[in-house]
């Protein structure tokens, strides 16, 4: 049942539809005392769904396997924060809606560990400088993948505008030390991720 009312609220957010009590419910069989039972209240379910966002893309990083390229890796975990995002656009935008809290915080912040622990492997390998901040890097790749896909999942630009990753991923591996004639072989395979997760 609290599945049911998530993917009904996804859905009222595509369709645009006013999402209140009864319009959550309706057309679901179940009573409006569902909402308190599985959220405690209508805040409960807006933390409930900005979670599951999380929950998905922690599900989706846990998919891209680890290889013997770190950089390889790290550009795949950047390929699936896309995917994840177009697959879900309405958890996606509700995700960074701080405008209400997330039921676990720490399992949110789990899923850029990801991203932080394919760094350190990186550096470790001898790919980025000694050094390199893992969090810094992991953030400036998130942010690298959340402002493309902001411009297309729920924005104006077409979905080729995801291309531009693998030159700005190139560009920021390269900053952090890596060689660029073997940087960019590395993030245009893990870039092929997203190529294969649109079949």
Same mark, same amino acid.
């Given at each position: ?56 893309? !922690? ?11 770190? &950089?390889?890796? #790290? /550009? @795949? *975990? ?74 297309? !999942? ?11 990753? &693998?030159?700005? #991923? /190139? @560009? *920021? ?27």
């Amino acid at each position: 049942m609290r599945t049911l009312l998530l993917e009904r609220a996804a859905h009222m957010l595509r369709t645009r539809e006013p999402i209140t009590l009864r319009s959550l419910v309706a057309g679901t069989g179940v009573s409006t005392m569902a909402v308190y039972t599985y959220f405690g209240s209508m805040d409960g379910m807006w933390k409930a769904l900005r979670q599951e966002g999380f929950t998905r893309l !922690a599900a989706r990083f846990t998919t891209a396997a680890e290889s013997a390229d770190p &950089v390889r890796d #790290l /550009t @795949a *975990l950047v390929a699936a924060y896309l995917g994840n995002a177009l697959d879900h656009p309405d958890l996606y935008r509700v995700m960074f809606d701080a405008s209400f809290d997330l039921e676990d915080l720490k399992a949110a912040d789990a899923t850029l560990e990801h991203l932080v622990q394919a760094v350190r492997r990186a550096e470790e390998a001898g790919r980025f400088r000694t050094g390199t901040d893992p969090l810094d890097l992991a953030i400036q790749s998130w942010a690298v993948a959340h402002g493309l896909v902001s411009l297309v !999942a729920n924005g104006p630009l077409p979905r080729r505008t995801l291309d531009h990753g &693998v030159p700005m #991923l /190139t @560009a *920021l591996f390269v900053g952090a030390g890596d060689d660029p004639d073997r940087c960019r072989p590395s993030v245009e395979d893990g870039w092929k991720r997203l190529r294969l997760e649109e079949r």
